[in-house]
């Protein structure tokens, strides 16, 4: 077996792992919008989302890491910079979730469990077009 296969497998690996985190957070603060008045549901899922964040900046620096491995096979085309732009957006999306949350407990309102719906489906969006990159390499 190869290295770029070795390569490959273990970036797709942390990337779904990182990608679960993105589409899981927003949802933790979709749940949170939708538990006032419950303090023990919403430390539950601060303390979710924090152990969540964690484990998503892990995977993500896992897969940064088998990305900059796999260059040196596939080369740094343009298409290669559209991607990386496109996760530079979805990275911070991920970051924004998160800091969002946490100004909950500043006080700051969650805006409504639908906005927090539609902002929950971006991502796939983003995702769309980061796979369509990688797989057509179209530049």
Request: charged letters at 10%; glycine letters at 6%.
């Amino acid at each position: 077996m190869s290295v770029y296969v070795i390569l490959k497998s273990a970036h797709l690996l942390f990337v779904m792992a990182w990608v679960a985190a993105v589409f899981y957070l927003p949802r933790l603060m979709i749940n949170y919008a939708e538990s006032p008045g419950q303090p023990d549901v919403q430390a539950r899922l601060m303390l979710m989302a924090g152990r969540l964040y964690k484990f998503g900046h892990i995977m993500f620096g896992l897969a940064l890491l088998c990305g900059v491995g796999l260059i040196h096979y596939v080369g740094f085309g343009a298409w290669l910079h559209a991607k990386l732009a496109l996760v530079a957006i979805l990275f911070a999306y991920y970051i924004w979730s998160y800091k969002r949350l946490l100004k909950t407990q500043t006080g700051t309102p969650l805006p409504s469990p639908f906005r927090l719906r539609v902002l929950n489906e971006l991502p796939v969006f983003l995702l769309f077009f980061i796979i369509l990159l990688a797989i057509a390499k179209p530049f």
